[in-house]
């Protein structure tokens, strides 16, 4: 830090939360590019967002930080996706717990004050070689055919051969889009840090799967008008460092509007959170840091494209999208949406690949968070569906979403506290399994006719004459590492993934070798297309044998048997897509 900006780089970042200097750090690890890092703001700063997904951990790994943060004293550790009450008892589980219960080995995040946590970040990512500049506000950016200008806020002009905008949640410079709402819940976040709370570990009753170890865990708590965050925050108060704990109320604005339900002013916050069932017994005694409430807006919104090949330019984290943070989610997508983008930029930058492959692999990036931004807003819906079904009387009944109620939201929650939110898994949530056949992708604007209904059991299939079909590399996203498929999609996994999986999770720092990223390289993959549409099999999942399968015109009764669930995901694809028929 602290050094003069050059007038040309190879990579800019705009941004330096954990989506830019995660972006950086991996980059400046793996390659030899020159990046820079602008961030308006002087390190530290508050921001909201101190409890993560276990997505978190994997991805600091691969940075670098991960040492560092767990060096310091700014983290809690936190052993699962937490308690929600979202009813008479509470919901409780601990990260991939199908998977814990097998092998003994807890898979963790940290709940962490966010100012210490995103300052040893950009730290981190200059230590590692990346330059990096705070307070250097960027205010334009323009491509062209050998590359973009960044323009800084003082007129400094910046040429770099690819910008990548990590600024969170403004509209973007370069994408120069409006975002739209990604959900039809439009909460608002009121919160503030309160000394002298319990632990939500310490709440009686059979349920509580924590309390026996002491194990840290968020608590999530459904009132009338929202839900309520409680989240332990180690934090430095006058001169001392003390467990705070974070509490806040989501809501939407329309109920602040009500005589009484003004929850900026911190009476009625209080009154309001210690009359919540289970919150009120750890809270009855506590203390603000500051009389002052905090309040975040605009969950849950979505740009339009999150990269363009062309205009060279890709979006990372809030800047991208961002979900409602009722399962932690979002600060573990930016810092994988960053692993994503260093692996594409560095490839595309390496000179072995063609032009096809590299669109391809952007292509790819936009596409494939863009399914994981909406399959998980989807999900996400489905509890705010449950709150409004259980208080007729409430804001969120009268104000409530425009996505459908599919009626599943006690069946998401172990993929949603685990972000394994991919489309075949919600799919398969939805229908669930109909004959070992895993449904096609969910169809958030009606429902179709299931495969096995569209072609009879003696039908010979084929893929149709004019299907173009080429070999491709492709971008694994989301590519967690340290994940097994969600059930049931886990079946081919053998011991000996499983034995590494559970020997990287009991240290990730010291076995980070144990494991391979699924975004350290491209994948093979095959491409259909047919007019103007394209789908994608890699080969992991099986593509070749479907392939061979459809080459040897099958029956439709053969094949339901013969495929994977992921297999049939991808068959299911193709069939609605008409690039499927009977012989």
């Given at each position: 830090m602290g050094k003069e900006i050059s007038s040309e780089y190879d990579v800019v970042i705009m941004g330096g939360g954990p989506a830019g200097s995660t972006l950086g750090a991996?980059?400046?690890?793996?390659?030899?590019?020159?990046?820079?890092?602008?961030?308006?703001?002087?390190?530290?700063?508050?921001?909201?967002?101190?409890?993560f997904a276990h997505t978190m951990i994997p991805a600091l790994e691969q940075s670098g930080a991960l040492e560092k943060v767990l060096a310091s004293e700014c983290w809690i550790k936190k052993f699962g996706g937490g308690v929600f009450n979202w009813g008479d008892t509470p919901m409780v589980a601990f990260f991939d717990q199908p998977n814990y219960l097998k092998d003994g080995v807890h898979r963790f995040a940290i709940h962490v004050n966010r100012s210490e946590f995103d300052d040893i970040l950009l730290k981190h990512a200059g230590e590692v070689g990346v330059e990096v500049f705070e307070?250097?506000?960027?205010?334009?950016?323009?491509?062209?055919?050998?590359?973009?200008?960044?323009?800084l806020k003082n007129g400094t002009e910046v040429r770099a051969k690819y910008f990548v905008d990590a600024s969170g949640r403004r509209n973007s410079i370069a994408a120069k889009q409006k975002r739209e709402w990604l959900s039809g819940y439009r909460n608002i976040a009121i919160w503030q840090h309160f000394l002298?709370?319990?632990?939500?570990?310490?709440?009686?009753g059979d349920w509580n799967i924590f309390a026996p170890d002491n194990l840290s865990p968020i608590g999530c708590f459904a009132f009338r008008d929202g839900w309520c965050w409680y989240i332990p925050v180690p934090k430095v108060i006058n001169g001392e460092r003390k467990v705070t704990h974070s509490i806040g109320i989501v809501t939407i604005p329309e109920i602040l509007k009500q005589d009484g339900y003004?929850?900026?002013?911190?009476?009625?916050?209080?009154?309001?959170?210690?009359?919540?069932?289970?919150?009120?017994?750890?809270?009855?005694?506590?203390?603000?840091?500051?009389e002052k409430m905090l309040t975040a807006t605009n969950y849950s919104m979505i740009?339009?494209?999150?990269?363009?090949?062309d205009e060279r330019w890709l979006l990372a984290g809030d800047a991208s999208y961002f979900v409602d943070p009722l399962f932690s989610s979002g600060a573990g997508f930016a810092v994988n949406m960053a692993a994503n983008a260093a692996m594409v930029i560095e490839q595309t930058l390496s000179g072995n690949l063609d032009e096809q492959s590299m669109r391809d692999l952007w292509s790819d990036y936009d596409d494939g968070w863009h399914g994981m931004a909406e399959n998980f807003a989807l999900s996400i819906d489905q509890w705010y569906h449950a709150l409004g079904n259980a208080s007729p009387d409430s804001i969120y009944w009268t104000n409530r979403g425009t996505s459908p109620d599919l009626d599943i939201q006690e069946r998401t929650f172990d993929v949603l506290i685990n972000t394994a939110v991919t489309a075949h898994v919600l799919q398969n949530i939805v229908d669930g399994p109909v004959e070992g056949m895993a449904p096609a992708p969910v169809q958030v604007t009606g429902r179709h006719a299931r495969v096995s209904e569209l072609f009879p059991q003696h039908a010979v299939l084929r893929l149709h004459p004019d299907v173009t079909l080429r070999e491709s590399i492709a971008l694994d996203v989301p590519g967690f590492k340290g994940f097994l498929p969600a059930p049931p999609f886990d079946g081919d996994v053998d011991d000996e993934t499983r034995d590494a999986m559970a020997r990287y999770w009991s240290d990730p720092v010291a076995n980070g070798d144990s494991l391979p990223s699924p975004v350290a390289h491209p994948v093979p993959a095959y491409r259909f297309a047919l007019g103007d549409t394209e789908i994608r099999g890699l080969d992991r999942e099986g593509t070749s044998e479907l392939l061979a399968l459809l080459s040897s015109e099958v029956s439709m009764g053969v094949l339901r048997h013969k495929l994977s669930g992921i297999q049939h995901h991808l068959f299911e694809r193709l069939v609605r897509a008409g690039m499927v028929v009977a012989a």
């Open positions: 991996i980059l400046a690890r793996r390659t030899d590019l020159r990046v820079a890092i602008f961030e308006k703001e002087l390190f530290p700063r508050e921001h909201i967002g101190e409890s307070e250097t506000s960027v205010s334009g950016f323009s491509s062209d055919a050998d590359g973009c200008t960044v323009t002298g709370g319990k632990n939500v570990q310490d709440l009686p003004d929850f900026t002013d911190q009476k009625t916050f209080l009154e309001t959170v210690k009359e919540v069932p289970y919150l009120k017994d750890l809270i009855a005694d506590v203390e603000p840091v500051s740009n339009g494209k999150f990269s363009d090949f």
